[in-house]
């Protein structure tokens, strides 16, 4: 299990200790290399849908001159199937979640980083240790970089649905108060319940996270919860799988309360509309995506001109203000606003950070398993 966070102190300030000198302006160009517009002066980049606002676009093009090229993904199997399509060619830059090493290796489609060029120091240690370790593919090589992190927990309605004291379950997507008002992903909307369910006793304490040590650990865990979840598949309203899915749910479908990331209901929240986001009682699941290198990349230059910026502080808090998800970058959180400040206040009060679950490490038969369940669920 990758574990960033840890101890029952730790806040935000603590996440994201300690600050860099402030560079330059927003939009002030800085020193590039002049092999960065050799070739084509655009960057090809495949990532999260909603990680990259406007305002970081623009200022990293009008300081450089690159042209970024963004597609927009909602699921590492996207970036996986694309890249495996394609053999590692057609984008620069993708961005992988930690716990696919295992899947990512196998594949052989990255290419290490030079770490010379990369400024590692920027951002939190204990992320950054992610790399060098999980994501090592040989001997002191790093195959990938942090870039943005997050959790996934519950939002809902302010105007329709009020959890049951500090904190809402996993339950309460499944629960009949709330049938047919309800969202998740498929897959780790049926990890929550089963979560939950050790919560009632119908599984043991730490079953869910056991089930990923083995084939023969996960089989019991997994038949049980999507037993579960078939039985109470009627109450789910919506199965989303991106950010804009999850926003439009709370706004025009009628969801009341969801299992989600955090970014999409917190941006919700930052616009003024009637949604609050939190992490649950059984603990939010945490992850970080990172930044990689394909085998095929183009405009390596180009990419690491990329990384600069996203690790500069400024630029970095000017994103997460607009996306609602949080940066490694160290001292990104000073240059965000007061709502981003207030929105991971609301999301994680009380132990709730020292409560996270890092999504564990994951196996290729592991996801395949899944997938068979998943598949089970959604036909049922």
């Not at 960033?4 to 402030?22: E, Q, Y």
């Not at 992850?287 to 990419?303: F, H, K, M």
């Not at 899944?370 to 036909?379: G, K, L, Q």
Request: overall charge negative.
């Amino acid at each position: 299990m990758t574990k960033f966070t840890s101890g029952p102190k730790l806040n935000r300030r603590t996440l994201l200790k300690g600050s860099l000198a402030a560079g330059s302006a927003l939009a002030m160009p800085a020193i590039i290399s002049r092999k960065a517009l050799a070739s084509s002066g655009e960057i090809n980049i495949l990532m999260w849908s909603d990680y990259l606002p406007e305002t970081f676009l623009k200022s990293f093009t009008d300081a450089t001159g690159i042209k970024v090229n963004y597609t927009g993904i909602g699921s590492n199997e996207e970036i996986i199937n694309k890249m495996k399509a394609s053999k590692g060619r057609g984008f620069d830059i993708v961005s992988p979640t930690n716990n696919r090493a295992l899947q990512w290796k196998a594949l052989e489609l990255l290419q290490p980083f030079d770490m010379s060029k990369v400024a590692i120091e920027a951002v939190n240690p204990a992320m950054a240790k992610i790399g060098s370790t999980d994501w090592a593919f040989e001997a002191g090589s790093t195959y990938w970089l942090p870039h943005i992190w997050g959790t996934e927990g519950m939002a809902w309605r302010t105007d329709m649905f009020q959890p049951e004291g500090m904190f809402p379950s996993y339950g309460d997507v499944w629960s009949e108060a709330n049938a047919g008002k309800t969202m998740g992903r498929a897959h780790s909307m049926m990890l929550g319940a089963g979560l939950y369910m050790e919560t009632t006793g119908e599984l043991a304490p730490g079953s869910v996270w056991k089930a990923y040590t083995s084939e023969e650990e996960m089989r019991p865990v997994w038949e049980k919860i999507t037993e579960w979840c078939i039985a109470r598949k009627g109450n789910i309203k919506l199965i989303w799988n991106d950010a804009d899915t999850q926003k439009n749910g709370l706004l025009n479908e009628g969801v009341i309360v969801g299992q989600t990331w955090d970014g999409p209901p917190l941006a919700l929240k930052t616009a003024g509309e009637p949604v609050m986001y939190r992490a649950p009682k059984e603990g939010a699941l945490a992850w970080v995506d990172g930044l990689a290198l394909p085998t095929g990349a183009e405009n390596i230059e180009q990419a690491y001109e990329f990384i600069k910026y996203a690790y500069m502080p400024e630029l970095a808090g000017e994103a997460i203000d607009h996306h609602g998800y949080n940066s490694p970058v160290l001292g990104a959180d000073k240059f965000a606003g007061e709502a981003y400040a207030k929105n991971f206040a609301d999301a994680y009060p009380g132990e709730a950070l020292a409560n996270l679950n890092p999504w564990p490490s994951e196996p290729q038969w592991y996801a395949d398993m899944r997938t068979e369940y998943v598949n089970r669920f959604e036909s049922a």
